[in-house]
Every structure is written in C-alpha cells, then in structure tokens.
C-alpha cells in the first residue's frame, strides 16, 4: 500500500473511530493476505476484530468504574464447601435476566460463606453483559446519603445512584441504621424501584430487618419495594475464614459450633 493510500485510510478509521483496525492495519493486512481471504471475510474478520477491543475496552472501563473492592469470579467459587447452595441457580443468576428485568437479588448467610464473593461474580458478570454497576459497603452507602443529605445534595446523590444498572450493596446488616439513615435508604430503594435491579449481601434473615433498620414499619416498606421482583438465595454453612482456623486447631470446635449456629439465617 502507497504512504498517500495509508494514510488516507488511517484518517479515516480515525474519523470512524476504528482505533482497533487503524493500529493494526498492517498486522491485519497481512493476515488477510496469509490466509487468503476474499473481501466479505476480510470485511468480517476486521468488523470482528474492532467489536473486540471495543468490548475489551468497555469492560475494562466498567470494572474501574464498579470499584469492586477484589476481583472474584464464579470459576473460583469453592461450591462443594456450601452444599445448601445450587450451582444451576447461581450460573442462571450469571446470565443477568434478572438485571435485564430490574429485578432484585438477596445473598443471605453467616459471614463468612461467600456472599460478597458472589456479589462481586455476578456484578462483573452484569458488566461483561453490558450493564453498567456500582459495588458499596452499607456503611459507605449511609456516608454518601448521610453527607449529601447534610449538605443540601441529596437529590443529586440519588440521581447518581440510580444510574447504574445494577447497585450491589454488601453487608447491609452488620450495623443497625439509625431512622434517619433508614429514611434516606428507603428513598434510594424507591428511586430505584422497577427501574434499576439491587443486589444486597446480609447476615440477617428478612425477618431481622425490622431490627437492622430500628423499624419494624419502614423495614416492610423496604422489604416490600425488594421482594416485589425478587431472588432471595440463602446460604448456610461454614465460614471459609473459621473452618480453615478450626481445623489448624486454632479455635475451640465446641465454640465454634455454637457461634455458628447462632449465626445461621
């Protein structure tokens, strides 16, 4: 190819926006050629290769963008170690129809059993998708509300969080939320309602939440707005942390029992 024909055609890939093919013309040219492709699959194979950096990129970006606080995967779920759970239902939760419909998803469980890990599994899974998602811890989630509230942006925060396509919250339940800190969730759930889908991990079972929220009347509203379109998945079993501890002798089996009876939901 002549200098004046190269870059006439990187200028306009660049025009197009075609970043993937524009660097790799040659490499691509040359491809082509070994293989012998007749134009249409030329055509493709070029098509092919730009789709793919493009999602490359996308994916990357809403990786960074979700601020997952580790990288987990299904793939690296240890599902014999949580034998109440079933693997068909969790991949079918990978497929994202739930995320798709708005729909809302609870992992409820010990500490300890996996939930977070599989809230950061689906959420990267959403992304590979094509959903946009957002990861916060319950207390990080308060803060935000808590200080926009305080500072007269409580209704731009709520904007900004019903952006994203999915919202994981992760440990809701671990601290009780004050009433004003309840109020201030329950708009967030109802802005997001039949609109965004909600993934939220917690050690309480739903009928606790009364507790977790200090009212038992704002907790149904919350609840109500949650379970309409919903998955609940609970999980009972050992912690992964505790069982390791417990078996290199480092905690009293008897008491680690009874903890984590007390624990289940």
Known sequence: MTTIYQDRLEHLLTRLKLTAIRERLNNLLDEVSRKEMNFHEALSYFCEQEVAHKDERRISMGMSIAKFPFTRDLDNFDFKAQ?????????ELATCRWVGNGDA?????????GKTH?????????IKKGYSVCFLTATGLLTQLSNAHREGRFDEKLIQLSKPKLLIIDELGYLPFERNAANLFFQLISKRYEKGSILATSNRAIGEWGMVFGDAIMATAILDRLLHHSHVITIRGESYRLKEKRKSGLINPEIFEKKNSDLQV
């Open 83 to 91: 034998p109440s759970l079933d693997p068909k239902q969790i991949h």
């Open 118 to 126: 599989l809230a950061v599994a689906l959420g990267r899974e959403a």
């Open 105 to 113: 998803l609870l992992l409820l469980g010990p500490p300890g059993v």
